[in-house]
């Protein structure tokens, strides 16, 4: 049973616009929640996360958004350039080891920036 | 500033083979993991450990086995390779339970 959901495999969007990319959880014990980006042969890097005690938190152009009651969370990018293409994952922690037991990822999604 | 390095980055196994991916870090972190990425899978925990000494299964930790003997150091067997076993592996660090730094990943093909 998938405990983080991103439910969207691709989304394209023009360059300049705002790109959203959602994720959902099931595991109300996660308290902790990231986004990571991948490029081709490269290991995944860090670009945000934020507590289950905040609703929000933004990072230049980048903002994720979390809604506990909807165990719903989101990544805002705007706005959208070429070199945001890649696949982001969404990760949770906490969860019944408290975390120390590993993040749990999404499938992730892959954000193809258009010209 | 090498961060997280994996040794080898591509391999082909033949079934029934064994071999040992490494991964070694530098910036002194307690936490170290294993990862598997399979197309339209994600990423899926293999093991794991909290320290030197210590380790732990994870999601998908049947046909492995690890070692923390170094801090630095955190090795991943394969006994006896199988196909269901070729995936991109990749290995994390952390120095607290939020957030790791990864490796760049072993490609692994079992024939």
């Known amino acids: 049973d998938q405990q983080v959901k991103q439910n969207s495999p691709s989304l394209s969007v023009q360059e300049g616009r705002i790109s959203i990319l959602n994720c959902d959880y099931t595991?109300?014990?996660?308290?902790?929640f990231l986004w990571y980006k991948k490029y081709p042969a490269e290991g995944p890097t860090f670009l945000i996360s934020?507590?289950?005690?905040?609703d929000k938190n933004e990072d230049g152009r980048f903002t994720v958004f979390l809604n506990k009651s909807a165990k719903h969370l989101s990544l805002h990018i705007v706005p959208s350039q070429p070199g945001d293409s890649a696949v982001y994952f969404c990760a949770a922690s906490g969860g019944s080891g408290g975390g120390a037991d590993g993040l749990t990822f999404g499938k992730g999604t892959h954000l193809i920036i258009q010209p | 500033n090498a961060g997280v390095t994996q040794t080898p980055k591509f391999r082909v196994l033949k079934t029934g083979q064994s071999m040992t991916l490494l991964c070694a870090q530098d910036?002194?972190?307690?936490?170290m993991y294993w990862y598997r990425q399979d197309p339209g899978m994600g990423l899926r925990l293999i093991h794991y450990?909290?320290?030197?000494?210590?380790?732990a299964k994870g999601e998908v930790p049947d046909g492995y086995n690890v070692s923390r003997l170094k801090k630095q150091n955190f090795l991943l067997g394969l006994e006896s390779a199988a196909p269901s076993q070729t995936s991109v592996y990749f290995c994390?660090?952390?120095?607290?339970?939020?957030?790791?730094?990864f490796g760049s990943g072993t490609r692994l093909t079992v024939v």
């Open positions: 910036m002194n972190h307690e936490y």
């Open positions: 450990s909290v320290g030197e000494g210590t380790t």
């Open positions: 595991n109300s014990m996660f308290d902790y």
């Open positions: 934020i507590s289950s005690i905040k």
């Open positions: 994390a660090s952390s120095w607290t339970i939020y957030g790791y730094t």
